[in-house]
């Protein structure tokens, strides 16, 4: 009872807040009518206490709505660690890059009402972005031809920017670096220069920052490459220009009203500061620039908004409504749709951050999108969309569920934010139950001889859920550690490692250029087809031929594949007193079996044993040709799930 009782408590705290909500949003339902087991629903109540222990982050809030309704909001730990102050159901933080969706969602408004052309080039609104510069690319590396002054480095674009080129990352706008120090974001001279003459200027207007741009080049040929960029901040002053509203009060008059997203805007006012959430540590530039407690002059569409878990749970409703809520319509269904659909071509390049066939993921108009039916960093099933907040939010809206997942909490290290991300794309999909399972009835023909033969570890890949699956890895389970990479010209550009990983220990760095694998080139293969030469068992050794900036020759460097992390979904099956015992050993918790928790096994039949109470879960354990054990199937039937015993 304890997560019913403090998730009520939490919607009082709402309602003397004196919250506008709609009663399907406001009031906690039970949340065995919404298909979630409350058990497993206390597993995540208990995982988020025990971080918020650790200091940092202090609190988080996390918010769960199903078909409409409110499964689950919890705050725990802190707004203020060194102040004590308790976490708040409407605790208000600062969003980062979550700012992009609600962007999206004021242009598509405006394409709704005929007055912006998607296809139209940004500069018919916006002249001062007018015949913009290209850089040229090397055409065997691929890399930008920067070093020669004295050549001609740019050339003309071969179309213009256009409005769909800003909201889906494709117009050759860059992120400035040192702001964004993350190699993600890139680390050549372009990315430099746009830190140097359009710096992010808390004292100025966006129409300044936007004039500034005209000045400098894009780093792609509009339309060729995806690249994470600024294109949204561009984008609210587009919508300023064709309004006739500043930016911040469009989004007031026109979304966050209507919705009643009351804590949602640039900045927090007088009375409302005592909930705004403190940030640890000092922070990367240029977010630690803008006091949110002050009004803002510079209405990042980017990366400047605040907003709290309830007003986005309504934000998000809106969209999975197909545009509307409570009577108010703020897009066409059709709209939405489009937003919410992968917009890039198999052939696109990709350069960094976690969209692309390596990543399962797609990008629509303003939302990254799950492409991939088996794996993908986005929870839930194909067409499922999501983003994220470089602060420490994320939300996640699965159409196929009619599930929304909400989760802020404000860090120093927004680096690290993947582990916490993945709790919240895991834990919730634990909680659902099996629609289909029915309490099992043993047979009396039950056999319990040979228990031994089905002792071992089962993999089940990355997943909690058949709802939301993740398959294992078909070419073993080695591990390099590139944790992000983008196709080239000349091969595959290494984004971002993993800090411990094998190819990092062995002496790989981010922004080198993988020219070949094992004396074999990648270059000009597919994405697919050089990840699927770098893959191979654990314990194998892999060559990499590296081409590296301020390095003559290309180079080799060796090292050995490692065995695959353990975030995944295992299961430990051994004997205790006789008697078959399971226990979750990997990530997560799954199904009726905890971490650290054996489970007894009762029989059904020949290979096949249940879990008395709970949710009766059900495994049922596979042979291979000749009868030996090699697998196991929680839960037969269309919700299963399979795992591969390791040897």
Known sequence: MKIIQASCMAAITLCLAGIALADDLQTIVDPDSLGFSARRLARMTSWFEAQSEKGDPSGFVVGIARGGKLAYLQATGFEDHDKKTPMRPDSIFRIGSMSKQITSVATMMLVDEGKLELDAPVAQYLPELRDMQVVKKDPVTGDPILSDLARKIFEPAKRAMTIRDLLRNTSGLVYAMPDFADPGFGNTAIHVLYGARAPFRRDKPIADFVASLGALPLLHQPGEVWEYAIGYDVLGHVIEVVSGQPFDQFLQSRLFAPLHMVDSGFSVPQDKLARLVALPGAQPQPLSDGDVGKPQTFFSGGGGIVSTVPDFLRFCQMLLNGGELDGVRILKPETVRLMTTNSLPPDMHIAGHEVGPAFGTGWGLGFAVRTDPDFSLIPGAVGSFNWQGS??????????????????????????????????????????????????????????????????????????????????????????????????????????????????????????????????????????????????PAYTGIELKIIRQKRSDPFNVSFTREAVPAHSVQLRVRLANGQLVVEATGGWSILDFDKGQPTPMAVLSRDEFYVQGGDHTRIAFTRDGVGKVNGAVLNSGPSKQRGALAQ
Do not use: C
């Open 391 to 536: 602060w420490g939010t994320f939300f996640s809206v699965d159409p196929a569920q009619k599930l929304i997942l909400v989760m802020m909490m404000q860090r120093s290290q927004y680096s690290e934010n993947g582990y916490y991300f993945n709790a919240i794309r895991r834990l919730p999909y634990t909680a659902l139950k099996v629609p289909e399972a029915p309490i099992p009835v043993a047979s009396e023909r039950g056999n319990s001889e040979n228990l031994a033969e089905y002792v071992g570890r089962y993999d089940f890949g990355g997943s909690t859920s058949s709802l939301d699956r993740q398959i294992l890895v078909a070419d073993g389970d080695g591990w390099v550690g590139l944790e992000s990479v983008a196709a080239e010209t000349g091969g595959l550009r290494v984004i971002k490692l993993a800090d411990a990983g094998p190819a990092a220990k062995g002496g790989v760095l981010a922004g080198d250029l993988i020219t070949a694998v094992g004396g074999a080139s990648i270059r000009g293969v597919t994405l697919e087809a050089a990840l699927h030469r770098i893959s191979g």
